[in-house]
């Protein structure tokens, strides 16, 4: 069979203004080994005021990545002061939107029903939603892991069918690795993954097998290679270590 193309997504959360973003694309487009676009899907989340450097950038040079966008509102247009309609990033050339990222959710008090509106919105601009779910240390502790994952995806994707689901990306991103250097072991990252297939596939039938699977939180070119061993890993999402153009290209690498 061919080998499997993994996923790995940087998401830049709040860091490099366009200038930085211009320079980390083109120092990455230097980095990145030979091939690794026929192995790996690379995808970049910067900022929104860099979405347009970024895409211009990858562009004029060819370069083998991916654009995506860290969020978006669910209506397409209209009186809401700050925020950005999906059809706009559509419009530049953004393939992937996260949706449900724990920071969004816990800073920005986004709430399940937003989470689904806004990944039906995502979705009705052709866009591929990213689907981040994960518990806590406390949720963890009192061993409600998956119950918590369980309740994120009911939640979120409500009415779809298997065809549907099996066109999204679903990242498993335990919020006690999130940031703080502590990664989930290859083995509960997999034991997760599988989780969520399965339970992906019991409600929303057989087509949703194929839905891709990312794992997420303190992602480093060290731990790389282990965390995809797990055959329901399909990729990582990758926060601080996607910044800088070398560590991000060495976690490329190692995906290869
Ligand atoms: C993230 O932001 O999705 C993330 C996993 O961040 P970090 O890799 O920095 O933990």
Redesign the pocket.
């Known amino acids: 069979p061919a080998p499997r193309r993994v996923l790995v997504a940087g998401?830049w959360?709040m860091h490099h203004d366009h200038l930085e973003t211009i320079r980390t694309l083109q120092e990455l487009g230097l980095r990145l080994p030979e091939g690794a676009s026929s192995r790996v899907e690379v995808v970049v989340h910067p900022p929104f005021t860099d979405l347009r450097s970024a895409q211009t950038t990858i562009e004029d040079r060819g370069l083998p990545l991916v654009l995506g966008a860290q969020h978006c509102y669910h209506q397409d247009a209209g009186a809401f002061t700050g925020e950005v309609a999906p059809p706009m990033l559509a419009r530049l050339g953004v393939r992937y939107v996260?949706v449900g990222?724990?920071?969004r959710r816990r800073l920005f008090g986004q709430d399940d029903q937003q989470v689904a509106a806004t990944l039906q919105a995502i979705r009705r601009h052709g866009m591929v939603p990213v689907l981040?779910v994960g518990e806590t240390e406390e949720e963890r502790a009192a061993g409600a892991t998956e119950e918590r994952l369980a309740a994120q995806l009911t939640a979120a994707l409500a009415g779809l069918d298997g065809e549907a689901v099996s066109a999204l990306v679903v990242?498993y991103?335990p919020v006690w690795?999130?940031?703080?250097g502590q990664t989930a072991t290859p083995e509960d990252a997999q034991a997760a993954c599988a989780f969520i297939r399965g339970r992906l596939v019991e409600a929303h039938g057989p087509e949703a097998a194929a839905v891709r699977l990312l794992y997420?939180?303190?992602?480093t070119p060290e731990t790389t290679l282990e965390l995809l061993r797990g055959r329901d890993v399909d990729g990582l999402?990758?926060?601080?270590?996607?910044l800088r153009a070398d560590s991000f290209a060495a976690i490329v690498q190692a995906a290869m």
């Open positions: 998401n959360k996260l990222h724990s920071e981040c990242a991103e690795a999130i940031g703080t997420g939180g303190s992602v999402l990758v926060g601080g270590a996607s």
